[in-house]
Every structure is written in C-alpha cells, then in structure tokens.
C-alpha cells in the first residue's frame, strides 16, 4: 500500500538548534517528494521538492531535504532553527510518471514547537 | 502566491443541510484538487479534476461530489451534510509540467466548516 509516515506527530528545539524531521514513504513507483509547511490558520506552502537528479535538495527559508533510495526516506532538515519556524509539517509522495493525476499522498504530520 | 480563493472561509451548518464550497483559481491550471485535513490523518483526497467536465474520486469520497465546469471553479458538495464531515477544506491546484506528471500542488487557504 502507498503511504507517507510521519514518526514525530510533535518535536519542541530550542532556537537556535538543528532540526531533523523525519519522513518515509512506501510507494510502488518512482516517487515526486515534497515538503509543505503549514502555520497556524493557513494554507500549506511549499517548502522544497524531490523528482531526480541531486538527492540533497534546498528549498526556502533555509530548509533542506535528502533523498535516500535505501531507506525510502526523505528527511527535511535545517541547521539553525529561528521561532517564526513553529509550525506543522507535511510530507508528501507523488508519482513522477504515469496517469495518476498528480494525485498526493500525505503523512500525518509533524508540529515543530520552537522554545526560546 | 497562486491566485487561489476559497468560499466561504467558514460555515456552519445542521445536519442533514446540503453544502457548497467554492475552489476559484486564476493561473489556469489543468488540475484541481479537494482534501480535507483532520487531526492525526493529514490531508486526504476527496476529489479531484483533471480538466472542465472530468473528475475523479480520491481516497474518502463519499458523501461528496464535485462539478467543475469551468477550468476556474472547481465545486465541492456535501449533499446531507454530517457530524463526521465537519473538517478543514482546502482546495489545491497543479498544473501539467511537460515530461512528469506534474508540478506541485499550491493550496488555497482553506475552509473551515463545522456541523452541528
């Protein structure tokens, strides 16, 4: 079955530490990844994205993600967490090629609290 | 920001009532998307369009049906709204990215519908 785990449902660093959140995704083609972030009230917002070529991938706001094949995982990473990255964090597979419809799938999420 | 809007932003409503959202996009893109984000599942496809006239069910599409008639509205009802429907809506569009499947998916800013 074709599915996104999120294992943190929530995370609290302290600002200014590094931030790991996790993803692994089970998925029976070759897969399109995503990372969304969503603030309280709001709408998701692309963060970064995976279809091929370099498997560290850097988006906005100073996030990065890495693609490992072998693990079936997609990590969102950032070095220095800042307090307006509290949030909620979506990962998400798609297929990269064939008739799917761009269709998404979801984890669960992960909340990102920031302590000062 | 895609020019993506919602409507309305919140409603709420009885049991049994029949209910409309509106997903309006101004980027003319081929595909549009409805999911519904509840706590601990993420966002779930309810629906999606793949043009004026074609749609598709997603992953919990019962008790809904869309309509899209026009490649900018993409219509969402409830026909006799319950208790287990009161969630967050959000309407997402994506456009067709030659040689993939697609490009990624931009999220209107969501309706909250509550019913009592």
């Known amino acids: 079955a074709q599915s996104v785990t999120q294992p943190d449902i929530h995370i609290t660093v302290s600002e200014g530490a590094s931030l790991e959140l996790r993803c692994n995704y089970s998925y029976g083609a070759t897969p399109y990844l995503f990372w969304y972030v969503q603030s309280p009230g709001q709408g998701l917002q692309l963060l970064l994205k995976y279809f091929s070529g370099d498997t560290l991938v850097q988006g906005i706001k100073g996030f990065e993600a890495e693609f490992k094949r072998s693990q079936s995982s997609f990590n969102l990473r950032k070095p220095s967490v800042h307090w307006s990255d509290a949030a909620e964090y979506f990962c998400?597979?798609?297929?990269?090629?064939?008739?799917?419809?761009?269709?998404?799938?979801f984890g669960q999420g992960t909340e990102l609290s920031v302590k000062p | 920001d895609a020019g993506i809007t919602q409507s309305p932003r919140h409603k709420v409503t009885e049991t049994g009532t029949p209910v409309t959202l509106r997903c309006h996009q101004t980027e003319n893109h081929r595909y549009m998307y409805w999911y519904r984000q509840d706590p601990g599942h993420g966002l779930r496809l309810i629906h999606y369009s793949y043009g004026v006239k074609d749609t598709d069910k997603g992953e919990v599409s019962d008790g809904y049906s869309v309509s899209r008639s026009k490649t900018e509205d993409f219509l969402l009802t409830l026909e006799s709204a319950t208790s287990s429907q009161t969630s967050v809506y959000f309407c997402?569009?994506?456009?067709?990215?030659?040689?993939?499947?697609?490009?990624?998916?931009?999220f209107g800013p969501g309706t909250r519908l509550t019913v009592l």
């Open positions: 997402a569009i994506s456009e067709e990215f030659p040689g993939t499947t697609h490009n990624e998916q931009f």
């Open positions: 998400a597979v798609g297929a990269a090629y064939g008739n799917q419809g761009g269709k998404l799938i």
